[in-house]
Protein backbone atom coordinates (compact mmCIF):
# COMPACT_ATOMS: atom_id res chain seq x y z
CA UNK A 1 0.00 0.00 0.00
CA UNK A 2 1.49 3.62 -1.06
CA UNK A 3 1.50 6.21 1.28
CA UNK A 4 -1.24 8.75 0.11
CA UNK A 5 -3.74 6.66 -1.00
CA UNK A 6 -7.39 6.97 -0.36
CA UNK A 7 -9.37 5.12 -2.71
CA UNK A 8 -9.02 1.51 -3.94
CA UNK A 9 -9.13 -1.58 -2.10
CA UNK A 10 -6.57 -0.78 0.27
CA UNK A 11 -8.35 2.26 1.62
CA UNK A 12 -9.50 3.56 4.77
CA UNK A 13 -12.97 4.16 3.86
CA UNK A 14 -12.83 0.80 1.35
CA UNK A 15 -11.79 -1.15 4.76
CA UNK A 16 -14.53 0.66 6.85
CA UNK A 17 -17.00 -0.90 4.78
CA UNK A 18 -15.81 -4.20 4.22
CA UNK A 19 -14.32 -5.37 7.47
CA UNK A 20 -17.16 -7.19 9.42
CA UNK A 21 -15.67 -4.87 13.01
CA UNK A 22 -15.76 -1.21 11.26
CA UNK A 23 -13.60 1.10 11.93
CA UNK A 24 -12.22 0.34 15.37
CA UNK A 25 -11.79 -3.18 13.64
CA UNK A 26 -9.80 -1.66 10.84
CA UNK A 27 -7.79 0.34 13.45
CA UNK A 28 -6.80 -2.83 15.45
CA UNK A 29 -5.86 -4.76 12.43
CA UNK A 30 -3.54 -2.04 11.66
CA UNK A 31 -2.09 -1.14 14.99
CA UNK A 32 -1.26 -4.93 14.77
CA UNK A 33 0.46 -4.78 11.55
CA UNK A 34 2.37 -1.76 12.59
CA UNK A 35 3.80 -3.92 15.79
CA UNK A 36 4.34 -7.22 13.27
CA UNK A 37 6.30 -5.07 11.11
CA UNK A 38 7.99 -2.85 13.79
CA UNK A 39 9.35 -6.09 16.14
CA UNK A 40 8.99 -9.40 14.55
CA UNK A 41 8.89 -8.95 10.11
CA UNK A 42 12.84 -9.96 8.89
CA UNK A 43 13.56 -8.87 5.89
CA UNK A 44 15.37 -11.10 3.00
CA UNK A 45 19.14 -12.31 3.65
CA UNK A 46 21.81 -10.68 1.63
CA UNK A 47 24.68 -13.21 2.61
CA UNK A 48 25.12 -11.09 5.26
CA UNK A 49 27.02 -13.63 7.28
CA UNK A 50 30.19 -12.97 5.08
CA UNK A 51 29.76 -8.95 6.35
CA UNK A 52 28.80 -9.74 9.44
CA UNK A 53 32.09 -11.98 9.58
CA UNK A 54 34.37 -9.26 8.67
CA UNK A 55 33.15 -6.48 10.36
CA UNK A 56 33.57 -9.20 13.83
CA UNK A 57 37.02 -9.95 13.07
CA UNK A 58 38.30 -6.22 12.31
CA UNK A 59 36.95 -5.76 16.06
CA UNK A 60 38.13 -9.12 17.89
CA UNK A 61 41.44 -9.15 16.42
CA UNK A 62 42.81 -5.34 17.65
CA UNK A 63 40.65 -5.75 20.70
CA UNK A 64 41.99 -9.13 21.97
CA UNK A 65 45.85 -7.70 20.91
CA UNK A 66 45.28 -5.16 23.41
CA UNK A 67 43.92 -7.22 26.35
CA UNK A 68 47.25 -9.16 25.59
CA UNK A 69 49.61 -6.27 25.70
CA UNK A 70 47.39 -4.73 29.03
CA UNK A 71 46.36 -1.94 26.89
CA UNK A 72 42.92 -1.98 27.15
CA UNK A 73 43.37 2.08 27.59
CA UNK A 74 43.72 2.03 23.51
CA UNK A 75 40.60 -0.18 23.01
CA UNK A 76 38.05 2.89 22.76
CA UNK A 77 40.19 4.21 19.27
CA UNK A 78 40.36 0.29 18.02
CA UNK A 79 37.17 0.38 18.54
CA UNK A 80 36.12 3.31 16.08
CA UNK A 81 38.67 2.56 13.63
CA UNK A 82 36.95 -0.90 13.43
CA UNK A 83 33.89 1.14 12.35
CA UNK A 84 35.59 1.65 8.54
CA UNK A 85 34.98 -2.33 8.18
CA UNK A 86 31.21 -1.60 7.98
CA UNK A 87 31.36 0.28 4.59
CA UNK A 88 30.85 -1.32 1.47
CA UNK A 89 29.23 -4.68 2.88
CA UNK A 90 27.70 -5.72 -0.31
CA UNK A 91 30.10 -4.13 -2.80
CA UNK A 92 32.27 -6.03 -5.50
CA UNK A 93 35.82 -5.63 -3.85
CA UNK A 94 36.98 -2.94 -6.60
CA UNK A 95 33.80 -0.26 -4.85
CA UNK A 96 34.57 -1.89 -1.30
CA UNK A 97 37.91 -0.55 -0.74
CA UNK A 98 37.37 2.97 -2.15
CA UNK A 99 34.42 3.31 0.21
CA UNK A 100 36.40 1.21 3.39
CA UNK A 101 39.68 3.65 2.47
CA UNK A 102 36.66 7.15 2.07
CA UNK A 103 35.35 5.68 5.19
CA UNK A 104 38.54 4.83 7.21
CA UNK A 105 39.97 8.51 6.38
CA UNK A 106 36.96 10.49 7.40
CA UNK A 107 36.57 7.99 10.73
CA UNK A 108 40.79 8.78 11.69
CA UNK A 109 39.85 12.73 10.95
CA UNK A 110 37.13 12.46 13.35
CA UNK A 111 38.79 10.25 16.36
CA UNK A 112 41.60 13.14 15.83
CA UNK A 113 39.65 16.08 15.93
CA UNK A 114 37.83 14.27 19.37
CA UNK A 115 41.10 13.42 20.77
CA UNK A 116 42.48 17.03 20.84
CA UNK A 117 39.23 18.09 22.22
CA UNK A 118 39.76 16.29 25.28
CA UNK A 119 43.23 17.46 25.34
CA UNK A 120 42.85 20.85 24.77
CA UNK A 121 39.89 21.13 27.04
CA UNK A 122 40.93 22.64 30.74
CA UNK A 123 40.60 19.92 33.46
CA UNK A 124 40.05 16.07 33.48
CA UNK A 125 36.58 16.19 31.57
CA UNK A 126 35.57 17.95 29.03
CA UNK A 127 32.29 20.09 29.11
CA UNK A 128 29.24 18.61 28.09
CA UNK A 129 28.22 21.77 26.01
CA UNK A 130 31.77 22.06 24.41
CA UNK A 131 30.80 18.20 23.40
CA UNK A 132 27.25 19.26 22.16
CA UNK A 133 28.94 21.80 20.22
CA UNK A 134 31.35 19.68 18.89
CA UNK A 135 29.51 17.18 18.44
CA UNK A 136 26.83 18.95 16.30
CA UNK A 137 29.38 20.55 13.88
CA UNK A 138 30.52 16.66 13.53
CA UNK A 139 27.12 15.65 12.71
CA UNK A 140 26.41 17.97 10.06
CA UNK A 141 30.31 17.98 8.32
CA UNK A 142 30.34 13.66 8.26
CA UNK A 143 26.76 14.08 6.52
CA UNK A 144 27.63 15.80 3.89
CA UNK A 145 31.02 14.07 3.52
CA UNK A 146 29.54 10.83 3.34
CA UNK A 147 26.94 11.48 0.84
CA UNK A 148 29.18 13.28 -1.21
CA UNK A 149 31.52 9.79 -1.40
CA UNK A 150 27.58 8.30 -1.68
CA UNK A 151 29.06 6.00 1.33
CA UNK A 152 26.66 2.97 2.85
CA UNK A 153 24.88 3.20 5.50
CA UNK A 154 24.28 7.09 4.51
CA UNK A 155 24.20 9.91 7.26
CA UNK A 156 27.13 9.97 10.45
CA UNK A 157 25.95 8.26 13.37
CA UNK A 158 29.15 6.01 13.46
CA UNK A 159 30.29 9.74 13.31
CA UNK A 160 28.73 11.53 15.89
CA UNK A 161 29.50 8.27 18.23
CA UNK A 162 32.94 7.92 17.86
CA UNK A 163 33.65 11.81 18.74
CA UNK A 164 30.94 12.21 21.19
CA UNK A 165 33.07 9.03 23.31
CA UNK A 166 36.02 9.77 22.80
CA UNK A 167 35.87 13.42 23.44
CA UNK A 168 34.13 12.61 26.93
CA UNK A 169 36.99 10.17 27.93
CA UNK A 170 39.11 11.29 31.09
CA UNK A 171 43.06 10.41 31.21
CA UNK A 172 43.59 10.35 27.31
CA UNK A 173 46.29 8.02 26.45
CA UNK A 174 49.08 9.20 24.15
CA UNK A 175 48.48 11.03 20.78
CA UNK A 176 50.64 8.48 19.04
CA UNK A 177 49.62 5.39 20.13
CA UNK A 178 45.73 6.12 20.46
CA UNK A 179 46.31 7.30 16.63
CA UNK A 180 48.47 4.33 15.69
CA UNK A 181 45.99 1.97 16.72
CA UNK A 182 43.05 3.58 14.99
CA UNK A 183 44.63 3.55 11.68
CA UNK A 184 46.15 -0.11 12.38
CA UNK A 185 42.63 -1.17 12.72
CA UNK A 186 41.53 0.36 9.58
CA UNK A 187 44.60 -0.72 7.87
CA UNK A 188 43.18 -4.07 9.21
CA UNK A 189 39.66 -3.98 7.80
CA UNK A 190 40.52 -2.75 4.56
CA UNK A 191 42.86 -6.29 4.67
CA UNK A 192 40.13 -8.11 5.41
CA UNK A 193 37.39 -6.45 3.19
CA UNK A 194 39.98 -8.13 0.81
CA UNK A 195 40.20 -11.16 1.86
CA UNK A 196 37.74 -12.90 0.32
CA UNK A 197 39.49 -12.73 -2.82
CA UNK A 198 41.38 -15.55 -1.87
CA UNK A 199 38.75 -17.77 -2.87
CA UNK A 200 37.80 -17.74 -6.53
CA UNK A 201 34.56 -18.11 -6.13
CA UNK A 202 34.36 -14.91 -4.22
CA UNK A 203 36.87 -12.88 -6.45
CA UNK A 204 36.00 -10.12 -7.89
CA UNK A 205 38.18 -7.71 -10.32
CA UNK A 206 40.49 -5.68 -8.68
CA UNK A 207 42.75 -3.50 -10.98
CA UNK A 208 43.61 0.61 -10.41
CA UNK A 209 41.61 1.21 -13.29
CA UNK A 210 38.58 0.01 -12.02
CA UNK A 211 39.76 1.59 -8.98
CA UNK A 212 39.74 5.03 -9.86
CA UNK A 213 36.75 4.67 -11.97
CA UNK A 214 34.76 3.66 -8.29
CA UNK A 215 37.34 6.95 -6.71
CA UNK A 216 35.41 9.41 -8.75
CA UNK A 217 32.14 10.34 -7.11
CA UNK A 218 29.61 12.89 -9.36
CA UNK A 219 26.43 14.55 -7.84
CA UNK A 220 23.62 16.47 -9.63
CA UNK A 221 22.05 19.41 -8.70
CA UNK A 222 19.11 18.23 -6.98
CA UNK A 223 21.40 15.37 -5.04
CA UNK A 224 23.55 18.36 -3.28
CA UNK A 225 20.44 20.05 -2.61
CA UNK A 226 18.52 16.82 -0.75
CA UNK A 227 21.98 16.34 0.80
CA UNK A 228 22.52 19.63 2.29
CA UNK A 229 18.76 19.55 3.65
CA UNK A 230 19.82 16.10 5.06
CA UNK A 231 22.92 17.74 6.84
CA UNK A 232 20.17 20.57 8.57
CA UNK A 233 18.05 17.87 9.73
CA UNK A 234 21.09 16.24 11.26
CA UNK A 235 22.61 19.65 12.57
CA UNK A 236 18.86 20.44 14.38
CA UNK A 237 18.48 16.88 15.71
CA UNK A 238 21.67 16.56 17.20
CA UNK A 239 22.03 20.16 18.68
CA UNK A 240 18.31 19.42 19.54
CA UNK A 241 19.13 16.21 21.40
CA UNK A 242 22.13 17.16 23.28
CA UNK A 243 20.76 20.05 24.79
CA UNK A 244 17.79 18.52 25.85
CA UNK A 245 19.65 15.57 27.74
CA UNK A 246 22.05 17.93 28.88
CA UNK A 247 19.37 20.62 30.30
CA UNK A 248 17.58 17.11 31.65
CA UNK A 249 20.92 15.44 33.22
CA UNK A 250 22.10 18.80 34.96
CA UNK A 251 18.60 18.58 36.57
CA UNK A 252 18.23 14.87 37.23
CA UNK A 253 21.74 13.76 37.85
CA UNK A 254 23.04 11.91 34.79
CA UNK A 255 25.05 11.68 32.10
CA UNK A 256 26.50 10.42 28.47
CA UNK A 257 24.17 12.92 26.96
CA UNK A 258 25.97 12.59 23.78
CA UNK A 259 23.83 8.75 23.33
CA UNK A 260 20.22 11.62 23.28
CA UNK A 261 22.25 12.91 20.43
CA UNK A 262 23.08 9.38 18.73
CA UNK A 263 19.18 8.06 18.81
CA UNK A 264 17.96 11.20 17.42
CA UNK A 265 19.49 10.86 14.33
CA UNK A 266 18.30 7.33 13.94
CA UNK A 267 14.89 8.33 12.99
CA UNK A 268 16.52 10.51 9.95
CA UNK A 269 17.13 7.28 7.82
CA UNK A 270 14.69 6.01 5.89
CA UNK A 271 12.51 6.02 2.78
CA UNK A 272 9.15 6.69 3.93
CA UNK A 273 7.73 9.08 7.44
CA UNK A 274 6.44 5.82 8.88
CA UNK A 275 9.86 3.78 8.38
CA UNK A 276 11.71 6.69 10.02
CA UNK A 277 9.14 6.37 12.78
CA UNK A 278 9.55 2.99 13.32
CA UNK A 279 13.48 3.15 13.58
CA UNK A 280 13.00 5.59 16.59
CA UNK A 281 10.46 3.27 18.38
CA UNK A 282 12.63 0.25 17.32
CA UNK A 283 15.56 2.08 18.66
CA UNK A 284 13.58 2.92 21.79
CA UNK A 285 12.29 -1.05 22.24
CA UNK A 286 15.58 -2.54 21.23
CA UNK A 287 17.34 -0.22 23.82
CA UNK A 288 15.04 -2.28 26.48
CA UNK A 289 15.52 -5.53 25.58
CA UNK A 290 19.16 -4.73 25.00
CA UNK A 291 19.57 -3.61 28.28
CA UNK A 292 18.68 -6.57 29.92
CA UNK A 293 20.76 -8.60 28.08
CA UNK A 294 23.57 -6.47 29.57
CA UNK A 295 22.34 -6.41 33.17
CA UNK A 296 22.47 -10.37 32.75
CA UNK A 297 26.16 -10.00 31.47
CA UNK A 298 27.11 -7.67 33.84
CA UNK A 299 25.77 -9.62 36.79
CA UNK A 300 28.73 -12.74 35.76
CA UNK A 301 31.33 -10.60 36.03
CA UNK A 302 33.24 -11.26 32.96
CA UNK A 303 36.93 -11.28 32.43
CA UNK A 304 38.60 -9.18 30.33
CA UNK A 305 39.04 -11.15 27.81
CA UNK A 306 35.62 -12.50 27.67
CA UNK A 307 34.01 -9.03 26.76
CA UNK A 308 35.88 -8.91 24.21
CA UNK A 309 34.30 -12.58 22.76
CA UNK A 310 31.12 -10.61 23.91
CA UNK A 311 31.66 -7.57 21.88
CA UNK A 312 32.99 -9.76 18.95
CA UNK A 313 29.73 -11.73 19.13
CA UNK A 314 27.41 -8.92 19.50
CA UNK A 315 28.66 -7.03 16.68
CA UNK A 316 28.18 -9.79 14.43
CA UNK A 317 24.48 -10.17 15.59
CA UNK A 318 24.20 -6.59 15.03
CA UNK A 319 25.67 -7.21 11.29
CA UNK A 320 23.43 -9.45 10.70
CA UNK A 321 20.44 -8.02 11.39
CA UNK A 322 21.40 -4.16 11.09
CA UNK A 323 19.70 -4.35 7.63
CA UNK A 324 16.98 -6.97 7.90
CA UNK A 325 15.24 -5.72 11.24
CA UNK A 326 16.67 -2.77 13.14
CA UNK A 327 14.91 -3.40 16.51
CA UNK A 328 16.93 -6.86 17.05
CA UNK A 329 20.16 -5.35 15.80
CA UNK A 330 19.83 -2.81 18.66
CA UNK A 331 19.17 -5.70 20.79
CA UNK A 332 22.80 -6.34 20.09
CA UNK A 333 24.01 -2.91 19.54
CA UNK A 334 23.12 -1.59 23.17
CA UNK A 335 24.73 -4.28 24.58
CA UNK A 336 28.02 -4.14 22.38
CA UNK A 337 28.42 0.07 22.86
CA UNK A 338 28.42 -0.05 26.60
CA UNK A 339 30.69 -3.04 26.96
CA UNK A 340 32.81 -1.14 25.08
CA UNK A 341 32.60 1.17 27.61
CA UNK A 342 32.94 -0.27 30.72
CA UNK A 343 36.31 -2.15 28.66
CA UNK A 344 37.76 1.24 29.11
CA UNK A 345 36.19 3.82 31.55
CA UNK A 346 35.36 2.64 35.05
CA UNK A 347 32.09 3.08 36.06
CA UNK A 348 29.07 1.96 37.59
CA UNK A 349 27.09 -0.42 35.14
CA UNK A 350 23.92 0.44 36.73
CA UNK A 351 24.57 4.45 36.17
CA UNK A 352 25.44 3.49 32.22
CA UNK A 353 21.93 1.11 32.17
CA UNK A 354 19.93 4.41 33.80
CA UNK A 355 21.77 6.97 31.46
CA UNK A 356 21.21 5.05 28.13
CA UNK A 357 18.02 4.45 28.78
CA UNK A 358 17.06 8.07 29.65
CA UNK A 359 19.17 9.49 26.65
CA UNK A 360 17.80 6.94 24.13
CA UNK A 361 14.24 8.03 24.83
CA UNK A 362 15.11 12.07 24.95
CA UNK A 363 17.17 11.34 21.40
CA UNK A 364 14.47 9.18 20.44
CA UNK A 365 11.75 11.63 20.44
CA UNK A 366 13.35 14.24 19.24
CA UNK A 367 14.27 12.50 16.05
CA UNK A 368 11.01 11.99 15.43
CA UNK A 369 9.47 15.32 16.09
CA UNK A 370 12.31 16.39 13.13
CA UNK A 371 10.96 14.08 10.98
CA UNK A 372 7.31 15.00 11.90
CA UNK A 373 8.43 18.83 11.60
CA UNK A 374 8.38 19.46 7.48
CA UNK A 375 5.07 17.70 6.97
CA UNK A 376 3.15 19.36 9.61
CA UNK A 377 4.37 22.67 9.40
CA UNK A 378 3.35 22.33 5.69
CA UNK A 379 -0.14 21.38 7.24
CA UNK A 380 -0.38 24.25 9.18
CA UNK A 381 0.48 26.94 6.36
CA UNK A 382 -2.26 24.70 3.79
CA UNK A 383 -4.43 25.62 6.95
CA UNK A 384 -7.12 28.27 5.33
CA UNK A 385 -7.12 31.48 7.53
CA UNK A 386 -10.17 31.93 8.94
CA UNK A 387 -11.59 35.64 9.57
Given at each position: ????????????????????????????????????????????????????????A?????L???????????????????????????????????????????????????????????????????I??????????????????????????????????????????????????????????????????????????????????????????????????E???Y??????A?????????????G???????????????H????????G??????????????????????????????????????????A????????????????ST?????????????????????????????????????R????????
Open positions: MSEGRSTGPSSPAHDAVTHPGGPLAVAGSRLREFVHQLLFSIGPARQDHQAALRVAGLFIPIALVVLGRLDLAIFASFGAFAGIYGRNEPHRARIVAQVRAGLLMLAVILAATLTARLSPGDLVSPWTVAGTTIVASACTVVVGYWRLRPAGSLFHIFAYAAIASVPHQPPLGPAMLTAAGTVVLCLLIGLSSRVHPAHRTPLTWGAVRAAWRVRLGAEERRALWLSLGLVAAAVGVVATIVGQLLGFHNYWAMVAAVVPLVGTTRHRVARLQRVLGTVVGLTVLAAIVALRPEAWAMVLLIAACQFGAEMLIRQYFLAQVCVTPLALMLLVVRVDPLDLLHDRFIDTVIGAAVGVAVVLAPSAWRLRSRPVTP
